[in-house]
Every structure is written in C-alpha cells, then in structure tokens.
C-alpha cells in the first residue's frame, strides 16, 4: 500500500477522481507550477537580502555582478558563513543522519518518494551557502524543494507510481521555467534530468507546470536569462563545424571540473579536516578571489546578466574565467550546497568567447563571431557537466529568439554530451551519486528492480530433511510425483544443498545416504538480492530453483524458482511500461 502524505491528504472521492482521470493531472501539475515558481521568488529574494545585509548592497543588485565588494566583508561573510552552515551540517547529523533523496535519485530509486522536511532543509542551506558568497547555483535549491512539494502532493493524492514521478518533475520544470525564464528548457529539463524520458501521458502535465512556473516567477522578477552577446552576424555552414570543435573542448573542460570537485572532497576526507572547518576553509579562498574579482561569488547569475564582460580584454576574462572556475570548485569541494547549473552558463559564455578569440587569431581563412560563440559555449558546457542537450539548446533558443544560432548549439551539446557520456559517463549530479555507492546514471525508473527482492518472491512453504538420511528413508518419505526437489539440511538447521526427487528414485543411484546426492551445496539466494542479481545466479548455476538462506545463520527461508522469477520480472516491467506510456 502507497503510504499517505505526512502533512497532506486529500479526500477518497478527490483521489479517486484524480486516479481516473488523466486530464485531472494537469490541475495538480498547473497547482504545483505555481508552487515552483513562488519557490523561485522566494528564494531569490532571500538571497538577495542575505547579500544586502551582508556585503552592504542596494536591494536589486547581484553581488556577482559588482566591481568592488568590502575587502573586510569579502572575506568574513563567507569564512564565518562557512562556519556556520559546518556546524548546521554536524548538528543536523543528530536529528537525521540519513542524507537527503534529490529529484534524480527520487525517480529512479524511490519511485517518486521525496521527504517534504529534507527539501526544506537542503533549500534553506542552498539559499545560506549563495547568500554568504560561495560560488555555487541556486538551482540545486529550486529544484529540490519545487519536487518535494510536488511529491508531498503526489502522495496525497496516493497517485500511482508513474504518476507520482511525472509530479516530481512538473516541480523541477516549474523551478527551471521560472528561474531562466525558458518554459521548454524548463520541461525538457525534467523530461531528460527528473523524470528519464519523454511520453506523451507526461507532456501535458509538465508543459502546464513549467508554464505556470514562468509566469508565476516573473510577475515577481521579470528578469530573464539575458545574455547580452551583443549583435551577432549569419550562422554559416563552417560554424556548424567549428562549434562541434567547441563541443569537444566543452566536454574535456567539463569532465575536468567534476573530477577536481570530487578530488578536493576527497582530500579533505584524507587530511582529516573537521567537519565544519571545510566549508570555512572554502569560503575563506572564495573570499580572497574575490579581492581580485567579485564575479567568483554566488551562482554567477549577476555576471552572466552583465554583458560588458566579454567586452574585457581577453586576458581579463581568462582571469576571471579560471577564478571563477576554481571558486566553484573549492565551494562545492569544501561543502557548500547547491549547483553547478548558473556557474557553467556562466563560464561557458566566457569559454566560448576565449575559444572565438583564439580561432580569429590563427588566421584560418575565415573568422567567426565571438559573441555567437559565447552562446554555444554557454550551451556546450553545462550540457556536458548538468546533462541534458535538449534543455541547454532550448535555453539558447528562448534567450536569443535565433533559430539557426540554436542549430549551431545542438551541434555543440550533442558533442560534448556523447563525448562526456564516452569519456566520463555521468552527469555531475549522477557522479556524485555514483562517489556514494550508488550506480544510477540518469532517473529511468530502477528503483522498481531493487524493490522487487528475493524475499518478495520466495515461497516459504518448502520441506527440508536431514542431510544425513538413509536413502532408503528419503524415497520412502518423498515417492516420485511428491515434491521436484527438497532442501537439506544439518542437524542445527543450516543448509546443505538440494536434493532432487527424480535423481534420487533413478536406479543407477547406489549412494547409500542422502548427502552424497546434494546439488548447489554453495551456491543460494539470500532474501535482500533483487531479482536482477538473482537472475544472474540463476543463470551461473544453471538451476531451475534455489534455496534462499540467511546470509549469516545460514537458516534456510524458502526457494525461488527461475521461472517464478522471470514471470514476475515481466509482470513488472510491462506495467512500468504501460505506466509511462499512461496505458494504466
């Protein structure tokens, strides 16, 4: 039985009403975009007067987007800021130790299950770690707090599996939408990064939510993502090729980030650096950076909106590029929450301009347009770190209106994606989750596969002799016809092997004991393998069935037979298939 809602529960008529209808989906996917897009808001401002009060801004700038931050506040806000959320993190260990589901790890293990209480938590310690300064993305906030809502909702509902994924990713398109400003990166950001793929049963309710999310978020901030590359001239057929070149350096560039990211926390790890030290460790180099420049702090958003970077000489935005780059890799490394999403937009606009700039100056025959390449560059690298080609291409074509521009991003995104997924194979949220043991690689639906357990399955009702019975007893006990196999035992209940009826009855056999006919003395199932791993026994034994033990008393729990196994995986998968075609 799916579990209620802790803090929600709507009536039984209203839930059935919901359940029978798929078209009721999009009032709760339209309820939850509104959801996103004031989360959106909320937290936006919340930054923002965290950065006023903090480094002494007027209310509506961005602290990225500064020329001069206080030498003094530049450097405590964001150590003793760092502090604090150390210490929050050890004190929060107490209270829950276990660590936070995000919408990724939420649809492909959990089937859509988000704690409410946990997305609170991680949004407000996003919203602290950008408003102290650290250089890390608000999107990781939006988007977790957005889902969770949209799964508390979900599961007041009591909606079916693939329903209560589908809600989960209406949050993180709400989020996206309202934060860019971009409906269609917005819900092709949940159909490639939450959700694990498109259907058309999901179209329609996470459209409407990431709608709903856009207009709701910028009736409060009608900013949008607002790259300003300036006039750029005609995309020809030669920047179809070149920007492919950019994809490559994209994706190397990209993979290099996720690695040093996990590098840095793992030497923190071996260096035994208290807990909380690490993100005031963190905040104090951002700190320092942002002497030389102040666009190494926060998500980056400010700068990004700030046009008159690119214009810099060229050894200035290198500069900035390379300390914002190490920023966000010492913010992330040393324990700051949130993302990298508005981080790479912004070092990939500056990249891809460093990469137009430095095209021009070999003198090839032809030149291409810095500021056009400051769009692909943008695109290329958050599709290689975040994932999701789709979502950065809509994100160029809804920020610039220039289609063909958009052709010459999906040339670089697809490059950058394919070679990352060849090269690296994760996504940056995915990585960080395989570092933790886990071997998920986007947000298809597996979680199903790890619930569907050995323990689920097995039959209890099997009989069991002593291992050292006289033959003559067994076949006098067990005539042909009676049971296929029977499991042994010894005297203290622990298992031997099986024992075929069959083989036993054969006349060929002169065993005089039962012991010496016993098969798959070492090989067994144990009740918490999924089906998965217990196919892949099945399949080294070459048995028809097995016994299931205990792992450690070795107390015999019941069999499992190949075909029960495969029956029952089929039953699954084909109503996991009929859920996301919405067949159900």
Known sequence: MVPSSRYLEAPQ???????????????LAALIGVIGGLVVAAMSAAVSVLHAVLFNLEWGQRLSSQFWIDPVRAILVPTFGGLLLGVAFLLLLR????????????????GGRMSFRGSVIVALQTVWSSGVG????????????????GASIGRAFHLRRGDQRVMVGCGAAAAIAGAFGAPLAGAFYAFELVIGGYTSASLMPVGVAAVTG????????????????????????????????????????????????????????????WPPLRPALGGLLVGLMALLTPQVMASGHGALHFGGMTAYPVALVAFVMALKTLASIISLGTGFRGGLFFATLFLGALGGHLFAVGFNATGIGFTIDPAVYTIIGMSALS????????????????????????????????????????????????????LRGETIRSAADVGWIRDLTVKRLLRPDVPTVDSTMPLDE???KFPLGSKTQVVAVDPEGRYVGLAIVAEAHSPDV?????????????????????????MVVFEGAEAESLAVVEAESHRVLGTLSEAHATRRY????????????GEM
């Open 570 to 581: 089929a039953e699954e998968s084909e109503q996991r298939r009929r859920e996301a075609l």
């Open 13 to 27: 008529r209203l839930r059935a009403f919901v359940r029978a209808h798929e078209t009721s989906l999009a009032i």
């Open 510 to 534: 002169a065993a005089f004991r039962l012991d010496s006919l016993l098969h798959c003395r070492d090989v067994v199932l144990h009740p918490d393998m999924n089906i998965r791993d217990a």
């Open 474 to 476: 067994f076949r006098e």
């Open 214 to 273: 856009y207009f709701v978020a910028h009736a409060f901030d009608p900013l949008s993502l607002g790259v300003v590359a300036g006039r750029f001239g005609d995309v020809l057929g030669h920047d179809l090729a070149v920007a492919a070149l950019l994809g490559v350096f994209a994706a190397t560039f990209g993979i290099g980030i996720m690695r040093v990211v996990a590098w840095t926390e793992a030497l923190l790890t071996k260096i035994k650096l």
């Open 383 to 434: 599709a290689s770190v975040i994932g999701g080609p789709l979502t950065m291409s809509f994100i160029a074509l809804e920020s610039t209106g220039n289609l063909w521009l958009t052709t010459a991003v999906l040339v670089a995104v697809i490059i950058s994606t394919q070679l990352t997924r060849e090269l690296f194979g994760y996504s940056f949220a995915t990585w960080r989750l395989h």
């Open 134 to 149: 650290a250089s890390v993305g608000l999107e990781a906030g939006y988007t977790q707090l957005a889902s969770g809502l």
């Open 95 to 110: 209270w829950r130790p276990a660590r936070e589901v995000d919408p990724i790890e939420a649809n492909a293990l959990h």
